[in-house]
């Protein structure tokens, strides 16, 4: 059973950094794609940042500049460096992965159960 667990949340004074991990486990053939989305309190989940298999990334303004994402393939893992967060940096910050589970015939896509990250003083 496939799964993405997400850390490395938690409370930071405004201008200080956090980064977060998401580590994709269980029967994996190959992983494409990976992202970071949030979600803040009363808003839609939007799209932070994604990178593919070679390690091209895209960033949305929302991570434009601040952040960065970056994975590691032998560890099935993605990260996500925050740095100079602001206040409206809170959210809950969701891992996602285009990947193919062993025997499968087809990718699916995975979603983590999120981590908080509240940026206040």
């Known amino acids: 059973q496939v799964q993405l667990v997400e850390s490395g949340g938690g409370l930071v004074q405004p201008g200080g950094s956090l980064r977060l991990a998401c580590v994709a486990s269980g029967s994996i053939w190959s992983i494409n794609a990976m992202a970071w989305y949030r979600q803040a309190p009363g808003e839609e989940r939007e799209l932070v940042a994604t990178?593919?298999?070679?390690?091209?990334?895209h960033y949305t303004d929302s991570g434009k500049g601040r952040f960065t994402i970056s994975r590691d393939n032998a560890r099935n893992t993605v990260y996500l460096q925050m740095n100079n967060l602001k206040p409206e940096d809170t959210a809950v910050y969701y891992c996602?992965?285009?990947?193919?589970?062993?025997?499968?015939?087809?990718?699916?896509?995975?979603w983590g159960k999120g981590t908080l990250v509240t940026v206040s003083s």
């Open positions: 996602n992965a285009d990947l193919i589970p062993a025997g499968a015939p087809n990718g699916m896509t995975y």
């Open positions: 990178i593919s298999s070679d390690g091209s990334t």
